[in-house]
């Protein structure tokens, strides 16, 4: 039963996040991306990669179309030139602070189906302690959107 119940309550969550990314065009995997190049900016590939469990082929793919969108780029490093720093472009930067506006409204529609933010918070202590979580080392929000 709680199997159930928690992989309906994720997928009534992952429905509204996809619904509301869809007005700018930009999917769950693209948005984690952005936000963990607004958050550390000039990261390494391979580190966003690893951080957010994408493979190597599929994250080439998806900085492929951020960045025909125009919304970051790849540089090569002084250092190593065989690897690449991500940044937003001035494009993005606006992007993503539009992208944040849309993921606040989800989380608002949902912490209003949970009773208010003080549910929210104790949902997010009980899944912390499910996954083994520090509490100090997940806050539930994604990187950026973390300080707004």
């Known amino acids: ?44 590939q391979t580190t966003i990669a690893e951080k957010l469990g994408i493979k190597r082929a599929n994250f080439v793919f998806l900085m492929d179309g951020i960045e025909s969108r125009g919304l970051a780029e790849r540089r090569k490093e002084k250092n190593d030139r065989r690897s690449h720093s991500l940044h937003l472009t001035s494009e993005g930067e606006r992007f993503v602070e539009q992208m944040t506006a849309l993921w606040r409204e989800h989380e608002n529609r949902i912490v209003s189906r949970l009773g208010g933010r003080e549910n929210l918070d104790r949902l997010i202590v009980l899944l912390d302690q499910l996954l083994g979580l520090d509490r100090e080392d997940s806050d539930g929000k994604p990187a950026r959107l973390a300080q707004s």
């Open 1 to 44: 039963m709680l199997d159930f119940k928690l992989r309906r309550a994720q997928l009534l969550a992952f429905q509204d996040f996809s619904e509301s990314l869809a007005q700018l065009k930009i999917r769950p995997a693209e948005f984690s991306v952005l936000a963990m190049i607004a958050q550390h900016p000039g990261q390494k």
